[in-house]
């Protein structure tokens, strides 16, 4: 039997084999990764038609949700394989904001197969499988797909017919191409109009909050001065939502792991306890910036909303605003009169000390701490009312003092820059909460209280506010309320960090707070670990977890408190000793220094045996407000000093305080 003719599509000095996956330059092959290969298809086959982004991204990812920069990257590739004298733009034509035509004449013919054997034939094509690096925008690798399951289809909301259905793997037969196109079309309309009338009616008023993730933007133009925009950009955008009730938002501390990283959507919604997710991917170019965003249902498996928003680098807050906008659009919240006031934040009049800001806020308790405060400091010098950058330069004043010896001089710098944000902001709630932080590690955990009360009223779903409400507990030795309080926060927001669940080791379930600790390789959360499993005798583990710690960031205090307790296991008591003496010698110039801090360093006297420095910071930390007395009596590794007169006093104090706090509070 006669086989049946082949189409060959030609333009210019090209010939596209489609059956063949070959594409042929005078007779030679030109290499084409696969997915450019099916792009060029689609645009051939549509030649002289401008084909919306949308469709065409349909057409080439039909089980995947996709960004917008796959499909950039992909016309890219084949723009690069068509050039000629340099002009990547002869064959591919791009309509601003809308899509791509192809504008050359092409040719179909129908010939002959060549009388050979196809299963032996061998072609020289190559495959180039691996991600670009070039500098250059269009040579940016493609964020990568991950195909969800087929039931896990995604079903942009706004739909495109204009395009005729992708034929790249179909048997091909003589049909006049016009005819052909206009069936297509005819039958993607119907589909598209029975999968329309199939979707469920949306929701007006959820009964449930909305749960959502905004992920880091990516950078597909990877640079250590740019980016800090993918955190940075997401953060703001957080910010902007938690005022919202109806809107449980995950805080930006736990969507860091995923920064810059390929990513399973269906996945990341499981592991964030989330059915919504918000990502984008950002390229900026001198003054200007493209920020490519999509709003994903995962539960419904819907794509909400998707845009491409461009503005010059010194508009970045209207492009947040605008995301912000549409994230309650596209979950048809309705906002009270309260919530849309309190979204219309203060905005930066200088568009430099916006960037300082952000550049700022991302390096908070990095290992460029000092570079973090310098950013904030010229931030707030060149636009002295924008609140939010006098509320981060508070934060890393305070961070400074109690992690970095900073001294009485930062905790005055970080309570005169709280207290200039409330003055701006005062209905702020990023504000109100991080001071009470503040308030609550410098002995005045009886007003950290109320405030935090304050912003739960306004809004219960508020997860950091809770997780901030525990910590207060904590101190004031209030375990059971303090559990509760965290367990609510943690419902609310399952990975959510800021502090670590110490209540758990307070209350003497360190099996429990081992395994609330996160999976993260930095020194406060690795002493934490060494500590944990210091209570629990393993002190193999112990030693491990206070050497890394220490071998990771040496200056901060809770690092030099593990060296000191690995040292007390190998016996080297006065080496330990020496390292407390140090370490308590910086923080005397500060008196209002967090007493749980002044209480770590007693409990290391006690345990190298020497009891007099110990009660002495017993007594400090007290004093400093860190009167979790159910801890104090309990604690075994105070059993040292458990017998002397002046600790039962101590106790006395402790156990006053935390009566009337009780009093107070409950």
């Not at 493609?142 to 495109?160: D, G, H, K, Y």
């Not at 052909?180 to 109009?193: E, G, H, Q, R």
């Not at 700022?360 to 950013?375: D, F, H, V, W």
């Amino acid at each position: 039997m006669r086989p049946p003719n082949k189409r060959f599509y030609n333009f210019g000095p090209f010939r596209l084999d489609v059956e063949e996956c070959l594409l042929l330059r005078e007779g030679l092959p030109v290499p084409l990764k696969p997915k450019a290969f099916e792009t060029l298809t689609v645009l051939v086959q549509n030649s002289g038609h401008m084909l919306e982004k949308e469709a065409l991204m349909r057409c080439l990812w039909p089980d995947s949700f996709v960004e917008e920069a796959n499909l950039t990257v992909n016309v890219s590739q084949v723009r690069k394989a068509l050039a000629q004298n340099g002009d990547v733009d002869q064959y591919i034509e791009t309509v601003p904001k809308r899509g791509y035509r192809f504008v050359a004449p092409v040719r179909e013919t129908w010939e002959e197969p060549a009388h050979l054997i196809v299963c032996e034939h061998t072609r020289s094509r190559i495959i180039i499988e691996e991600q670009e690096t070039n500098t250059d925008e269009a040579d940016q690798p493609a964020i990568a797909v991950t195909r969800l399951p087929a039931s896990a289809e995604l079903i942009p909301s706004n739909r495109s017919t204009n395009i005729p259905a992708p034929i790249t793997l179909a048997k091909q037969r003589k049909v006049p191409s016009a005819l052909l196109a206009a069936t297509l079309c005819a039958a993607l309309v119907v589909v598209a109009y029975l999968i329309y009338a199939k979707r469920p009616a949306p929701i007006d008023t959820p009964i449930e909050p909305h749960s959502l993730a905004i992920l880091p933007f990516r950078n597909l133009r990877p640079d250590k001065d740019t980016d800090f925009l993918g955190s940075a950009m997401a953060d703001v955008v957080i910010s902007k939502l938690g005022h919202i009730r109806a809107l449980l938002v995950r805080p930006s501390s736990y969507t860091q792991r995923y920064r810059n990283q390929e990513v399973d959507p269906a996945a990341v919604a499981k592991e964030l306890g989330v059915d919504k997710l918000l990502t984008g991917s950002f390229l900026k170019d001198g003054d200007d910036l493209r920020v490519t965003v999509q709003l994903v249902d995962v539960s419904r498996r819907d794509i909400l909303w998707r845009e491409t928003i461009d503005v010059k680098h010194d508009k970045l807050l209207t492009m947040e605003d605008r995301i912000a906008e549409q994230i309650i659009n596209g979950l048809q919240i309705n906002l009270s009169p309260e919530e849309a006031e309190k979204l219309k934040l203060d905005a930066p009049q200088n568009p430099r000390a916006y960037e300082d800001y952000l550049r700022g806020r991302y390096l908070i308790s990095s290992n460029e701490q000092p570079t973090a405060i310098k950013l904030l400091e010229e931030s707030v010098a060149l636009d002295s009312n924008y609140a939010l950058a006098w509320t981060y330069l508070g934060k890393a004043y305070s961070v400074t003092a109690s992690q970095y010896f900073g001294g009485r001089e930062f905790h005055d710098k970080a309570q005169l820059a709280y207290e200039k944000a409330l003055a701006l902001k005062p209905q702020q709630l990023e504000t109100r909460v991080l001071l009470a932080n503040f308030l609550t590690e410098n002995n005045r955990v009886e007003e950290s209280v109320p405030m935090l009360r304050k912003v739960i009223a306004e809004n219960p779903n508020h997860a950091f506010a809770r997780w901030e409400l525990s910590y207060a507990y904590r101190y004031a030795g209030m375990l059971d309320q303090s559990i509760a309080e965290g367990e609510n926060a943690l419902q609310l927001s399952p990975h959510i960090t800021g502090h670590l669940f110490n209540s758990y080791l307070y209350a003497g379930q360190h099996d429990k707070f081992l395994s609330s600790l996160p999976m993260r390789d930095d020194a406060y959360t690795l002493f934490y670990r060494g500590l944990g499993n210091y209570y629990l005798g393993d002190w193999t583990r112990a030693s491990f977890y206070f050497d890394r710690a220490y071998q990771l960031d040496s200056a901060a205090l809770v690092s030099q408190i593990g060296r000191v307790l690995r040292l007390a296991l190998d016996g080297h008591n006065r080496e330990g000793i020496e390292v407390l003496k140090a370490a308590e010698s910086k923080l005397e110039k500060d008196p209002f220094v967090d007493g749980e801090l002044s209480y770590k360093l007693a409990e290391c006297y006690s345990v190298l045996g020497d009891t007099s420095s110990a009660l002495r910071l017993l007594k400090k930390s007290i004093e400093q407000g860190f009167f979790c007395y159910p801890y104090l009596v309990s604690d075994p590794l105070l059993d040292h000093v458990r017998g002397e007169a002046q600790y039962a006093a101590l106790m006395e104090l402790a156990h006053q305080r935390h009566e009337r706090f009780k009093r107070s509070f409950f």
